[in-house]
């Protein structure tokens, strides 16, 4: 009898072995139920995230505001090509273009996505997108975007002091016949020209001849 049971319990457990084996390999399980969108608002929704500096291989969080009248959020994340990159951690629903959020409480305001980004070096910025979809049967979905972009090296440039010609030192030449009294003489004649001074020896000189 208790050979017959061994026998019956070892196929169900070669079945249970197998089933926890490849129920840990399949990580994304992809749904049929993707939201497509051919028309949508582009608005400022003033989504926002954890850190706005690209790095590889990093887990951003990105804030979305909701309000009672959205039942799902559909994020995307796109490089400069448009082809959607990382993963989408414990979204409802995982498409291959994107991946849904259900809003499960109403009453909640900011919807918190965690997005991964891919250990690929030659991605330097990416596009989120968050759709935000309502009960409404005619009301469009709304889109919101923000840009992670890569690290900018800043390279300090060498102070340099570019002479201009106005600063240069300048001076005038007066022909002998014309009688100018000598402080204009001066002014003309010296590196650093005073506009006041210039005017007062000039109107000095005509009062004097």
Request: include cysteine.
């Amino acid at each position: 009898m208790a050979v017959l049971h061994a026998i019956l319990l070892w196929p169900l457990g070669l079945f249970l072995c197998l089933s926890l084996q490849l129920s840990s390999a399949i990580f994304i399980r992809f749904s049929n139920n993707c939201f497509t969108f051919n028309e949508y608002y582009t608005v400022t929704l003033g989504i926002k995230a954890s850190s706005y500096i690209y790095e590889s291989n990093t887990v951003y969080s990105v804030f979305v505001p909701v309000d009672d009248r959205v039942y799902a959020v559909v994020m995307k994340a796109l490089n400069k090509k448009g082809d959607s990159v990382g993963l989408w951690r414990r979204a409802d629903e995982n498409c291959r273009s994107n991946s849904t959020y259900y809003m499960k409480d109403q009453y909640v305001t900011v919807l918190e996505a965690q997005w991964q980004s891919p250990e690929s070096e030659n991605i330097t910025e990416v596009e989120i997108q968050a759709f935000t979809v309502t009960a409404e049967t005619r009301a469009l979905p709304k889109l919101s975007t923000l840009k992670l972009t890569g690290k900018v090296s800043i390279i300090p440039l060498p102070a340099k002091i570019l002479q201009s010609s106005v600063f240069k030192p300048f001076s005038v030449i007066i022909p002998e016949n014309i009688g100018i009294h000598s402080r204009a003489n001066r002014v003309f004649s010296s590196p650093i020209t005073d506009v006041t001074d210039i005017l007062l020896a000039f109107l000095t000189s005509k009062l004097l001849f």
